[in-house]
């Protein structure tokens, strides 16, 4: 299973003051010396925490590969176009959300998505969708031409630990399960972090998961690379159970 670290909230600290520390292109740096997979970062129309310039570094100093979280807009398909990352992570957005909220309404928003979809894949951008764990939505997804779809955990972390909780897991299970039966590749992430993302790393289909807040939280009292490497540990712990050695992991107390 890849680890996708988002390093949005880097961003959000430097904006805090207008400056240029932190620098999230560091963090990033810094992740993939860690054992991240990939970065991601969420380039908003606000810019209110990752910049143009952000990407653009990125861009060429990223080794892994680098994916971008954007609009369907005309000014975000045409900067990913330039830029060209691996992964354009296409998510719905709204300018008075603290973060995203939900996923994409593939089923209304097809046309736009569609056309969205085909400048990206043109310029040799593969594309995700942002998605809730609805099996509308991910065979909807295939048949606009997405290359994967990233399945929103926000109502499963929000429900961890309460009746809720197996609920929301099992429909993350089973978009997963038809992600990948019609040949989607099955991503996952939002709201995940050290106590919650075990079940959702133990689901087979899931290749990848992006988390982010979770471990920018973890790294004021560890640092960024070591929040990175406790997060890849759990990972792979939860993934291949007792063939991973406890002591790999530092639990966050």
Known sequence: MRLGVNVDHVATVREARRGRQPDPVA???LAEEAGADQITVHLREDRRHIQDRDVRML???VKTRLNLEMAATSEMISIAASVRP???TLVPERREELTTEGGLDVVAGREKLEAAMERLQEAGIRVSLFVDPSLAQIEESLRIGADAVEIHTGRYTEAFGGKGQGEELERIADAAKLARKIGLEALAGHGLD???VGPVA???ELVELNIGHSIVGRALAVGFAEAVREM????????AGDLIPRREMRSPR
């Open 232 to 239: 890849a540990a759990l990972i792979r712990y939860h993934r």
């Open 86 to 88: 691996d992964t354009a």
């Open 194 to 196: 050290y106590q919650n």
């Open 59 to 61: 861009r060429e100093l």
């Open 202 to 204: 133990r689901i087979p």
């Open 27 to 29: 963090a990033a740096l």
